[in-house]
């Protein structure tokens, strides 16, 4: 077991070191880091959302996974708000800090949730992204947003224009009116949207440095994120009897690391990113060491 989880992380390691040598060597700059995360926002992101929700189908046993997310999600995001003010002064700290915090990266849990459960434990991670997805792009993309504008109309715009929120709003339509979208558009966007991981995660790795100047604040995001996230996913599976496929995705996305889009929304709305690309790469560490034993004890 331990052995399979190393090799599926190998692909995410590359792609992380390769983006953090290429800033070291003068190859890749921060802005070009930041470049990447705006095209991931504004081309590829949209297009993650619209395959994995256009066409999923829901099993009556799965009905309450999109559910659970979103309130893990909200839990987290009430938690931090109230931390967030114990922590911090720095306005653009602690909406990093919270986006850090309230965004689960099920993202890179995916092949290993595959790898253990096979593809039904797939769908299942899909379906339960739908809460997920579905708040990160509305509720905290307008959160980011009007933190950034303090303006409620500034806000709204930003969030009609918003490439995801279409995503999701098109990709529910279609799965509701059992539209069958033609083949030439399903490749498209599968074509489009397979850059996302090794482009986020080598934009995170030229963002990286390891002088972080509030390392508090990251290594308190990270263990909220994860630890804090974990008990939480942990008490949700003893309140509410999910099969061992469910409760398996359940556990292992509550205690999952930081979410990719905090550093994205970050970037667009400038907050503070050193904090949540710190946040996001510290918390992909303390994953790949821990998740050996979460998934041992997930399986149980």
């Known amino acids: 077991m331990f052995n399979d989880i190393i090799t599926g992380m190998v692909p995410y390691i590359a792609a992380f070191v390769l983006g953090f040598a290429g800033n070291k060597f003068g190859l890749v700059s921060e802005k070009n880091g930041q470049a990447l995360l705006r095209i991931y926002f504004y081309f ?25 997310a979103s309130f893990i999600l909200f839990t987290m995001f009430a938690l931090s708000l ?33 790898e253990f459960t096979g593809e039904k434990g797939l769908s299942s991670c899909m379906i339960f992204d739908i809460g997920n997805m579905a708040v990160i792009a509305t509720f905290l993309f307008a959160f980011s947003s009007y933190h950034a504008s303090g303006s409620f109309k500034d806000t709204l715009k930003n969030l009609m224009l918003s490439p995801p929120v279409w ?32 482009m986020i995660l080598f934009a995170l790795g030229s963002l990286l440095d390891f002088k972080i100047a509030d390392l508090k604040t990251v ?82």
């Open 167 to 198: 995503a999701v709003a098109v990709s529910a339509a279609v799965n509701v009116l059992g539209y069958d979208p033609p083949k030439v558009l399903l490749e498209t966007a599968e074509f489009l949207e397979k850059p996302a991981f090794p």
């Open 82 to 114: 109230f931390i967030s003010k114990k922590i911090t002064k720095d306005k653009r700290k602690k909406v990093s800090f919270i986006l850090a915090v309230s965004i689960m990266n099920t993202g890179f849990l995916m092949p290993f949730i595959r």
């Open 219 to 300: 290594l308190m995001s990270v263990f909220l994120r994860m630890a804090v996230g974990g008990i939480l996913g942990l008490i949700i599976v003893s309140v509410i009897k999910l099969p061992p496929t469910e409760k398996f995705v359940v556990l292992l996305a509550s205690s999952s690391p930081c979410g990719f889009n905090s550093v994205v929304y970050a970037s667009l709305h400038g907050h503070d990113i050193k904090n949540a690309s710190g946040a996001v790469s510290l918390s992909l560490i303390a994953s790949i060491l821990a998740l050996p034993l979460i998934i041992f004890f997930a399986l149980k």
């Open 44 to 68: 590829v992101f949209p297009f993650l959302v619209f395959r994995i929700l256009h066409s999923v189908e829901i099993e009556q046993n799965q009905v309450i996974l999109p559910f659970i």
